[in-house]
């Protein structure tokens, strides 16, 4: 099991060359960074649902499915990758995933305090910024082929707004709020310590911090076989019938990070329509706005509904409770808005 040095990778191959080393069955850590900027959609995300493709078209920006999971991300020259992996029933991988997270986010943690940034594990795949716990590194492990991978990156600088024009939203001006709440959640290197690390730096550390707890025989040369497969994955994991395959899932609100998400519904009921943004935090609903051009009488009695989903649960049931007993009360007039429209525009169908 060796140590390669990949640096900086054109081609996507930032993030197929894992895939090709562990489908080839080479173990390992690899240390990268992207050559270009593009888009990385998760395992299980809908990307059509939470990317605007055309906009990443007109912008000449890749996207790629990846065969991890985790939400979808930007990536740039100013990220360094940390790819390990590891034949599974080796002795090497502790029994429970999120144990496996734990251990193997600890040389992470170390680096980024050797940089000067104090940051502790969030679970299930979050590092945070210990003072404000802003997320600085989200991180995935999957299983591909015999092997199992833990993968993540390094931000020591992010570019919030170019993220935020990138995620698919249903009015324009949802953006904005999008792009503060990514400014309020995310952090990197710069921002909190005003230096921007070379790559070279933070590879050599990265690489001192993992040998602490995964035992390698050396460094080791690329696979050119490794490459060769790594190219052939591109045009798979780039291709329409990846990109759009239908994963099942339902992107009910775009993460920000671990615990964080944002929702902004719009739904055509027969009495107008329905706009409502949802902020949540660790589960619940922490603010909500609701507009469109509906009738409700009273019409004060809006801000009260908003103020009742406070604190709610964001699960269906508990808001359908809630919104239940707003629409049950006689004085509440709302033509052509049943429960069900509410729900749809707050939660989703």
């Given at each position: 099991m060796k140590i390669y040095r990949a640096g900086r990778l054109d081609s996507l191959r930032s993030i197929t060359l894992f895939h090709a080393m562990a489908r080839l069955g080479y173990e390992g850590l690899i240390v990268t960074s992207p050559a270009e900027t593009?888009?990385?959609?998760?395992?299980?995300?809908?990307?059509?649902?939470?990317?605007?493709?055309?906009?990443?078209?007109?912008?000449g920006i890749p996207v790629i499915r990846r065969e991890v999971g985790g939400g979808a991300v930007l990536l740039d020259e100013n990220q360094v990758f940390y790819q390990l992996i590891l034949r599974r029933n080796q002795g090497k991988l502790p029994f429970k995933i999120e144990e496996a997270y734990?251990?193997?986010?600890q040389p992470v943690i170390n680096t980024y305090k050797r940089l000067g940034v104090e940051t502790e594990y969030r679970p299930i795949n979050d590092i945070v910024v210990k003072e404000g716990k802003r997320k600085i590194s989200g991180q995935?492990?999957?299983?591909?082929g015999e092997f199992f991978v833990f993968v993540g990156g390094l931000l020591l600088r992010f570019n919030t707004r170019l993220m935020s024009e990138l995620f698919r939203v249903p009015e324009e001006k949802f953006r904005d709020k999008l792009y503060k709440s990514l400014e309020e959640n995310i952090s990197w290197v710069e921002r909190e310590t005003g230096r921007l690390p070379s790559?070279?730096?933070?590879?050599?550390?990265?690489?001192?911090?993992?040998?602490?707890v995964v035992d390698f025989e050396g460094e080791g040369e690329l696979p050119p076989e490794a490459v060769s497969l790594a190219e052939k994955l591109k045009e798979e994991f780039t291709s329409e019938e990846v990109l759009l395959e239908d994963t099942g899932r339902k992107h009910r609100a775009i993460?920000?990070?671990?615990?964080?998400?944002?929702?902004?519904?719009?739904?055509?009921?027969?009495g107008g329509l329905l706009r409502a943004e949802v902020h949540i935090g660790n589960g619940v609903i922490e603010e909500v706005r609701i507009r469109g051009d509906f009738t409700l009488y009273p019409r004060s009695s809006l801000r009260e509904l908003e103020s009742l989903l406070v604190g709610t649960p964001f699960e269906r049931e508990a808001i359908e409770k809630v919104v239940e007993d707003f629409m049950g009360r006689e004085e509440i007039e709302f033509p052509g808005v049943e429960v069900e429209d509410l729900l749809i525009a707050i939660y989703g169908d």
């Open positions: 593009y888009i990385s959609v998760g395992y299980f995300d809908r990307t059509e649902e939470i990317i605007d493709l055309e906009r990443c078209r007109r912008k734990r251990k193997f986010s995935g492990a999957a299983d591909i790559y070279e730096e933070v590879e050599e550390v990265l690489i001192e911090e993992f040998s602490k993460k920000i990070r671990e615990g964080v998400f944002v929702r902004n519904g719009l739904h055509k009921a027969r």
